[in-house]
């Protein structure tokens, strides 16, 4: 399984980007797609995550309302459209896949088996 991850790039604060995550490899029902992210000197911290099969997303509290994670089943990509970007939300996205989460561990970086390169995304003031 690949994952190769886009769409980062320099954005000022209150506007949006569209990251996405073009997956290739295997087959991917079963699998939950994931977009973690990682600043400077922090731990990697979840965003929010898809299921494949079905579609139902979750997202962490800091995104919630403005983030949105969808796929495109046919295209084999996942996106994660982000507005009302903020300052905070500067750091390297990654997208990921695992096989066999339940919702209490989809927030967790350990349970996914793959991962894309970092996309990196600035928000300016």
């Known amino acids: 399984v690949q994952l190769q991850a886009s769409g980062g790039g320099l954005v000022q604060a209150g506007g949006s980007l569209r990251l996405s995550c073009a997956v290739s490899?295997?087959?991917?029902?079963?699998?939950?797609m994931g977009w973690f992210r990682q600043a400077p000197g922090k731990e990697r911290e979840f965003v929010a995550a898809i299921k494949w099969s079905g579609g139902s997303s979750t997202y962490a509290h800091a995104v919630k309302g403005r983030f949105t994670i969808s796929k495109d089943t046919f295209e084999k990509t996942v996106y994660l459209q982000m507005n009302s970007l903020k300052l905070e939300d500067t750091a390297s996205y990654y997208c990921?896949?695992?096989?066999?989460?339940?919702?209490?561990?989809?927030?967790?970086?350990?349970?996914?088996?793959?991962w894309g390169q970092g996309t990196q995304v600035t928000v300016s003031s």
């Open positions: 990921a896949a695992g096989r066999g989460l339940i919702t209490s561990t989809l927030s967790d970086p350990m349970k996914y088996t793959y």
């Open positions: 490899g295997g087959t991917f029902n079963s699998y939950v």
